[in-house]
């Protein structure tokens, strides 16, 4: 059975489980997402991890609401599907299923439905089908498909659809408020996990570090020492990587003078490519590193790390912090948290590229240098001692 028209209504009974899909063809990153208000007042929502504070919910618990994944990652065309599954509609006042476009959300673009071959799919166990179509010819990255009503015999699908802006899809649907297209997440401790996924082709991974440009002054046995260290000459950070190809190549990128610690190459292996080496911290940007992400499958891990070349191995009020940002993806931000270990070498964090997926580790841990920490992790490479002047 088609609802074809906004408003019209499906009887579909008292159900142990219902599953509703969408199914496109067309290069496009469309997401399934269901929400809802409880019959208490609470809201919420069930969608992609790849979102920041994403959940795909679960079957056995509360909100009795499972997504199957995130499918046309990249806007990839071809057999694209994502299934929800719901045990139970008891609890819901409301639940609202909705389609949102993330290709053109995420570039401010707005295309309309009808651009796509999209349609939603809602399947009793019994067997019955309903189908909705989404071929909207209005301009909007979301489409309310239906929505879901309990009641005290039978439970209700109705076709509800509508088009919207974003904004108006956070502000009118219950729950849809915490839904951000990029936002930040922080990895607060050692060992925190994080994956960014690839969700276009193209563009740059950007490894940010920066670090306090004035640091704080503190009072010490009667007159005033920071990282000075009672000269002129203030803290400089480094950032580098250790990179290994799927090829099995592995070296170091750093902005040293040296054939072997070199800045890498963007458009050219290893597709990593440090951008130019900040002495003091005043450069607002601070240091970055560029990996192409059209080679991602050409890695298999980098570690990033940092060193105070120059300056008291201090790093209590540096203030440092490595940012990752993937298009369309969370900000990824690392700080290093106040530490007192003197050594000059620092461990950031470790970045495993997986079939389009970077699975980020937060690492801090502290090292006599380049080749005791390639030692630590297992690296495997030859140093020789290298300089910037």
């Not at 819901?92 to 939603?120: H, M, P, Q």
């Not at 699908?157 to 502000?171: H, Q, T």
């Not at 072997?260 to 292996?269: I, N, R, T």
Request: proline residues 3%.
């Amino acid at each position: 059975m088609e609802l074809k028209q906004k408003g019209e209504k499906a009887d579909i009974g008292a159900f142990k489980q219902l599953r509703v899909s969408l199914i496109w063809t067309s290069a496009v990153d469309l997401d399934l997402m269901s929400f809802y208000k409880t019959k208490d007042g609470k809201v919420g929502g069930v969608y992609s991890d790849n979102y920041a504070g994403g959940s795909l919910g679960a079957l056995n618990q509360f909100p009795f609401i499972q997504l199957s994944g995130d499918e046309g990652v990249g806007a990839v065309g071809g057999d694209n599907q994502e299934d929800l599954l719901i045990t139970k509609l008891d609890e819901f006042e409301e639940l609202y299923i909705c389609a949102l476009n993330f290709t053109d959300a995420s570039s401010g673009t707005g295309k309309a439905f009808a651009d796509y071959d999209a349609r939603v799919e809602v399947v009793t166990e019994q067997g019955e089908k309903h189908i909705v179509t989404l071929d909207s010819k209005q301009n909007g990255p979301v489409a309310l498909i239906c929505k879901l009503k309990s009641g005290l015999i039978t439970s209700s699908l109705i076709n509800d659809s509508e088009v919207m802006s974003f904004d108006k899809f956070k502000s009118s649907i219950p729950g849809a408020s915490e839904l951000q297209l990029a936002s930040k997440v922080t990895l607060k401790s050692k060992g925190d996990t994080f994956a960014l996924k690839q969700k276009v082709s193209g563009g740059e991974v950007l490894i940010n570090l920066n670090w306090n440009q004035a640091p704080q002054q503190t009072e010490k046995k009667g007159f005033f020492s920071n990282l000075l260290s009672g000269s002129n000459e203030a803290i400089d950070l480094d950032l580098g990587c250790f990179f290994e190809m799927a090829d099995d190549i592995k070296a170091c990128i750093q902005p040293l003078n040296d054939g072997f610690l070199k800045q890498g190459a963007f458009s050219e292996p290893p597709f990593i490519y440090h951008m130019g080496d900040d002495r003091t911290g005043s450069w607002s940007e601070g240091e970055n590193i560029q990996i192409n992400m059209a080679h991602l499958n050409d890695l298999r891990k980098v570690l990033i790390f940092t060193l105070i070349y120059e300056g008291v191995p201090d790093w209590t009020h540096t203030d440092a912090v490595v940012t990752i940002t993937v298009p369309q993806q969370p900000t990824l931000e690392i700080p290093m948290g106040v530490q007192s270990d003197a050594r000059r070498f620092c461990a950031i964090a470790m970045l495993e590229f997986v079939g389009g997926e970077i699975k980020v580790t937060k690492l801090v841990s502290f090292h006599d240098g380049h080749q005791d920490c390639d030692q630590s992790y297992g690296w495997g490479l030859q140093w020789v001692a290298g300089s910037k002047d």
